[in-house]
């Protein structure tokens, strides 16, 4: 049994990102009912008063989540101990990195890169749920077109499991986006075209202008992997 801060086990995941090869993201399980918020400071963790402030398991989501993201800094030979939150919620990386943090309610995950090379990276974790309890977000995450798209592509996964793939895509997406838009978008910023269960990425036509270097209806392409049979992981870099 988990009862101390030491005993969380932080490992490290390689994610095949099309274009971009493997992609290391650690990743560590959620202890939700063990947790305690005495581990922020046994592991030298800042707890931000809004989080000192939240519920427990919000807390558990967010020392989970700092903890990879430390792990993740520490392979580029930085020992910063904390990520601050931004002003819009977003984790603020040391100068000269740039990377993201995502968990449900069984995992958290962290993965950074070296800014210049990259100008934004994005990673998503989702849980597959019943169709039946995606049906209040159906219509806000997708639309009528992609609808139909991905009822053709009932052969690739259930809907369900295509449903939490497009959903994390497109999180890792605006994810990535975020320090260069610096503005939250909108569910159809981009649309869906396509996914290729050999490649393991999903196809997205950009349907809106973003920056300098998207002026839109260009694609993109979000690589995806199967975590479990009910947990999908996806990450866009550019």
Excluded at 87 to 110: C, D, F, K, M, Y
Excluded at 151 to 166: D, E, K, Q, W, Y
Aim: proline share 5%; glycine share 6%; hydrophobic share 45%.
């Amino acid at each position: 049994m988990i009862s101390h801060a030491q005993d969380v086990r932080v490992r490290r995941w390689s994610m095949a990102v099309h274009g971009h090869g493997a992609l290391s993201v650690f990743l560590t399980r959620v202890e939700q009912g063990l947790f305690d918020a005495s581990w922020f400071a046994s592991e030298a963790l800042d707890c931000p008063p809004q989080i000192a402030a939240s519920v427990p398991r919000r807390q558990a989501e967010f020392f989970h989540g700092r903890l990879c993201a430390r792990a993740a800094l520490l392979q580029h030979g930085l020992s910063c101990g904390d990520v601050p939150i931004g002003r819009s919620r977003e984790p603020l990386w040391p100068p000269g990195i740039i990377g993201s943090i995502t968990h449900n309610q069984v995992l958290a995950a962290a993965t950074v890169l070296p800014l210049g090379p990259y100008r934004g990276a994005g990673i998503d974790i989702e849980s597959v749920m019943t169709a039946e309890s995606w049906r209040g977000m159906i219509d806000i995450v997708l639309s009528d077109a992609e609808i139909v798209r991905m009822r053709a592509m009932a052969h690739a996964a259930p809907f369900s499991v295509l449903m939490a793939l497009v959903f994390s895509a497109k999180e890792s997406f605006y994810k990535a986006m975020f320090s260069t838009v610096k503005r939250f978008l909108d569910f159809n910023t981009i649309v869906l075209t396509d996914i290729d269960t050999r490649q393991r990425t999903l196809s997205f036509r950009i349907a809106d202008p973003l920056c300098a270097q998207l002026q839109g209806s260009e694609h993109c392409q979000i690589a995806y992997a199967i975590i479990d049979e009910r947990t999908v992981c996806t990450a866009f870099i550019w």
